[in-house]
Structures are given as C-alpha cells and as structure tokens.
T-cell receptor, first 115, second 117 residues
Framework: AQKITQTQPGMFVQEKEAVTLDCTYD???????LFWYKQPSSGEMIFLIYQGSYDQQNATEGRYSLNFQKARKSANLVISASQLGDSAMYFC????????????FGKGTRLSVIA | KAGVTQTPRYLIKTRGQQVTLSCSPI?????VSWYQQTPGQGLQFLFEYFSETQRNKGNFPGRFSGRQFSNSRSEMNVSTLELGDSALYLC????????????????FGEGSWLTVV
C-alpha cells in the first residue's frame, strides 16, 4: 500500500520569501508518480507539479519546484517568491503508474503568507 | 482548454433524500475518478470509471454509486443521505494510467459542496 506523510500541519512564510513544504512517501512500486496540489478555501484542487519516479531531473513549474530525493523517499515542494495568493492548503499525493490505482493523499499543509 | 466541470457547486439536501452530482472531464480524457473530502477523514477515493466501466472502487457503502457515459461524462449518486455524507465531492480526470510522464497528470474540478441537514 502507498502512503504519504506531510508532517507540517501549518506553515507561515513572509511575502517574497521561499518556503519548503515537506512530503515523504512509502511505496513498494518501482514506477510511481508524485503530485502536489493547491486547494484554496473555494475547494478547487489545483494541479501544481508532477514528478515521475524515473525522471532524472527535479520537476519545475514557474515558481514551483520539486526537491525529489528518491533514496530518502521525499518529494518536497519549494515555492519561491511567495505571494499572498499562495495562502491555501497544499496536498502531496502519489499514484502507481502501471496499474489502475487511485491517488493517495497526505493530510495536507496549510500555508499562510504574511505581508 | 476547458477544465474539469462539476455541477452543482453547492447543494443542501435533507437526510433520507438522494443526490446526483455531475462531472465533465477534460476533452480527450477518458478516466474519471471521484473523491470525498471531509475535515475528519481527509481525501478518500470513491470510484474510478474508464470507458463506461468501473475500474476501481473505494471502501464506501453501496449507497454511493456512479456511472460514466459514452462521452466520458460521469455522474455519482448517493441514496438515503446521512448527515455524515456532508462533504466536498471532487471529480478528477486523466488519460488512462500508464500513459507515461506528464500524460499521467490528474486534474480536478472545483468540487461540489454537499450539506445534509
């Protein structure tokens, strides 16, 4: 079974600063994908970034980058130059790429950006 | 391109009633999954449909059901509503798993907020 652990229930960051949200995972599958989603209070789950287990380079999408350390089974999200609009819940999730299995989510981290 | 569309966004139902939620996936996506999100249980997988067939099912009672149409649109139904069914219901669409690389990206809709009173 797959598992995601997000150990930071809440985080604060100053506007324009960088912040790292932690995510560790557990899986026995050799091929998997890792996702980060942002969920504002409206409820929409917004896709941020994806990392495949066999990707050689860390994924980046604009201000978002994923610090993927396969041996340590961690996939931390780095948000650079934080903005007030980044305040939201952030979820890390994992999926087995070879089979028809659902996303498994962590409990999330609530990020608050302070002006 | 248009994203995942869920309707209705908000609804209030009475215990014992039934509810139907709709999800239109991104054009070209044939896999649709449903998730329930509550403060206590977090995000839980309900079921997944691909090519009108249920491929996977989570651990929910039979009151929760779904279907997928030939145009990939999906509906989920909850019968005999209970107070505990109050939740945000999220629909996700994707290409079939195993597509590889960023083709595996899974996109969600805005969700349907269900309140049972």
């Amino acid at each position: 079974a797959q598992k995601i652990t997000q150990t930071q229930p809440g985080m604060f960051v100053q506007e324009k600063e960088a912040v790292t949200l932690d995510c560790t995972y557990d899986t026995s599958d050799p091929s998997y994908g890792l996702f980060w989603y942002k969920q504002p209070s409206s409820g929409e789950m917004i896709f941020l970034i994806y990392q495949g287990s066999y990707d050689q380079q860390n994924a980046t999408e604009g201000r978002y980058s994923l610090n993927f350390q396969k041996a340590r089974k961690s996939a931390n999200l780095v948000i650079s130059a934080s903005q007030l609009g980044d305040s939201a819940m952030y979820f890390c999730a994992i999926v087995e790429e070879a089979g028809n299995t659902p996303l498994v989510f962590g409990k999330g981290t609530r990020l608050s950006v302070i002006a | 391109k248009a994203g995942v569309t869920q309707t209705p966004r908000y609804l209030i139902k009475t215990r014992g009633q039934q509810v139907t939620l709709s999800c239109s996936p991104i054009s070209g996506h044939r896999s649709v999954s449903w998730y329930q999100q509550t403060p206590g249980q977090g995000l839980q997988f309900l079921f997944e449909y691909f090519s009108e067939t249920q491929r996977n099912k989570g651990n929910f009672p039979g009151r929760f059901s779904g279907r997928q149409f030939s145009n990939s649109r999906s509906e989920m139904n909850v019968s005999t509503l209970e107070l505990g069914d109050s939740a945000l219901y999220l629909c996700a669409s994707s290409l079939p798993t195993g597509t590889g690389g960023t083709g595996n990206t899974i996109y969600f809709g805005e969700g349907s907020w269900l309140t049972v009173v």
